[in-house]
């Protein structure tokens, strides 16, 4: 089974138009707020009518504006979780698991741990138990698409990588065709099998997350996936090396060949921090006071001058790093990559 | 159109019957129709009584009824339509119960608008004990008559009107014990 969609609708700013084929996996659609990524949803579901577009299911029309079909929403069978769960105040968790099917309410609240509170409010819900509820109530339905918006914003950051794992292996074992929005690259790496950066209506890039990384289409894709970027002026250097004079006063080398206006990219954890310049294979050195120094999980990220470095915990508690000591930050010539500048 | 159906809230009551008795009355604009049909609304008879207190009442469970409504979370009711619930299901399970509250406050303050309602009756349905007389009506004749009884009537839609009051608030309390969406508490004030 296959979804497969075109659409084509004007929005406020700039024009929605894209094209996706999804199988048997989760397609993560990322990109900054307001770059359409709920109205392709809302046009899936059926609660958002594209001025031309068709949308179809292993073969089952649910929208062809050229041919005149729309499938109201309450015939196709889709999933839907609402950024913010839209769960009905006035119905128990019972009665909302239950409203698109009472066949296999028992069930659901069994699978998603929430027979003890069968009887609760959503208002008496936490936001992990919220979450919970609506994923079991889309699925009552048995939907044949499965499509979530936001699914993790909602909640704090300690319940979110708890639900994170969780929802990542619903989403393996259901195995049906799932898209879901995120703005958070990290959220969309974790739980999805394809990201497609969405950015003013356009996809501008489809891959797996690795490689995604690994080969960023272009500059803003880049630094979607957490990517430093640096802007400079390439020129012939040493050994056969790219140097760019960077913006900002550094020059870096990278074993890749341009000339002129590029942007430098390179990815934190390519990045290593020490107190003085180390004696190894590196060949870009940045001595500069650490800026911040922010926590991540077991992960620290430290902006060091123009480029910002993710290292362990423990690194940073063996070196003592505080914010203002000058350190060194140091990448190979073969972890800068280059793109034309944007 | 909603602008019209508030018109009766600033109109003066006994504009309003006045107004109704141009329309519906026997030598109304409407009256010789209304007749054709076997229909009389005329000076005198119940059914002037309903029309009046409907006229004036009516606006003010309207507004509140359309507030009720557009409160209603739209979210919520796409979640339904996704959920497999066609327009009418929607409807009656979600958007309904939701504005249930906005509702009973709506009606319940244009039942209390009703039953103090004097001016426009008095003009289009006339005063007839036993007929057309309404509580309010007989306070005014009552008054002139027999003090006493006129206190007495009084008393009673004393306590009618603060038994209404009473379960306006307490529906309002148990509403809101599951959701802040519904905006109870503040309706009745929108038109006072």
């Known amino acids: ?342 | 159109m909603l602008t019209l159906l508030e018109l009766p809230l600033v109109l003066p009551p006994a504009v309003a019957g006045i107004g109704l008795l141009a329309a519906f009355g026997r030598l109304g604009l409407l009256g010789g129709t209304l007749q054709v049909f076997g229909l009389e609304v005329g000076l005198g008879t119940q059914a002037a009584v309903v029309l009046a207190i409907a006229f004036v009442a009516g606006p003010f469970y309207v507004r509140p009824a359309v507030a009720a409504f557009e409160a209603v979370d739209p979210t919520l009711l796409g979640a339904a339509r996704t959920l497999g619930a066609g327009p009418g299901r929607t409807f009656f399970r979600v958007a309904l119960p939701l504005a249930a509250g906005g509702l009973s406050a709506g009606a319940a303050l244009s039942f209390a608008r009703g039953l103090g309602e004097f001016g426009a009756t008095i003009m289009f349905a006339g005063s007839l004990q036993g007929v057309t007389q309404t509580l309010s009506l007989a306070i005014y004749q009552e008054f002139d008559l027999n003090f006493d009884s006129a206190l007495a009537i009084s008393a009673l839609l004393v306590l009618v009107s603060a038994a209404l009051l009473l379960s306006v608030k307490l529906v309002a309390g148990w509403r809101s014990t599951y959701t802040s969406l519904i905006p109870f508490a503040r309706s009745p004030s929108i038109s006072s």
């Not at chain 1, 199988?23 to 993560?28: D, N, P």
């Not at chain 1, 339905?141 to 639900?163: G, H, M, N, W």
């Open chain 1, 1 to 342: 089974m296959a979804l497969d969609l075109h659409i084509a609708h004007p929005l406020r700013a700039f024009a929605l138009d894209l094209e996706l084929s999804v199988g048997e996996e989760a397609l993560a659609l990322v990109g900054p707020s307001g770059a359409g990524k709920s109205s392709v949803l809302r046009v899936i579901a059926g609660l958002l009518r594209p001025e031309l577009g068709r949308v179809a299911l292993h073969g089952e029309t649910w929208l062809d504006t050229r041919a005149g079909v729309d499938v109201s929403p309450e015939r196709r069978r889709v999933g839907l979780v609402f950024q913010e769960y839209a769960l009905f105040p006035h119905l128990t968790v019972r009665g909302n698991v239950g409203f698109g099917g009472r066949g296999r309410v028992d069930e659901l609240l069994e699978r998603f741990r929430i027979s003890g509170l069968a009887e609760a409010r959503p208002a008496e819900l936490s936001g992990g138990e919220r979450q919970r509820v609506a994923l079991a109530r889309a699925l009552a339905r048995d939907p044949a698409v499965l499509l979530l918006d936001e699914p993790l914003s909602a909640l704090d950051a300690f319940t979110r990588a708890q639900v994170r794992t969780e929802l990542r292996e619903l989403l393996r074992s259901l195995a049906l065709p799932t898209v879901l929005v995120t703005h958070d690259f990290e959220d969309a790496a974790a739980l999805s099998d394809l990201v497609g950066v969405l950015v003013d209506g356009h996809v501008l890039q489809t891959a797996p997350p690795s490689e995604l990384v690994a080969s960023p289409a272009d500059a803003f894709v880049a630094s979607f996936t957490g990517a430093n970027l640096l802007r400079g002026i390439a020129s012939e250097g040493p050994a056969g090396l790219t140097a760019v004079a960077l913006d900002s006063g550094f020059t870096a080398y990278t074993v890749e060949e341009s000339r002129g206006p590029v942007s430098v990219v390179v990815y934190p954890w390519e990045v290593s921090v020490a107190r003085d310049a180390p004696d190894d294979s590196a060949v870009n050195h940045v001595r500069a006071p650490i800026a911040s120094l922010v926590q991540l999980g077991n992960r620290v990220r430290v902006r060091i001058g123009p480029i910002t470095a993710e290292v362990t915990a423990q690194s940073v508690e063996r070196l003592g790093l505080r914010e203002g000591d000058v350190v060194v930050a140091s990448f190979k010539a073969t972890g800068a990559r280059l793109l034309p500048a944007s």
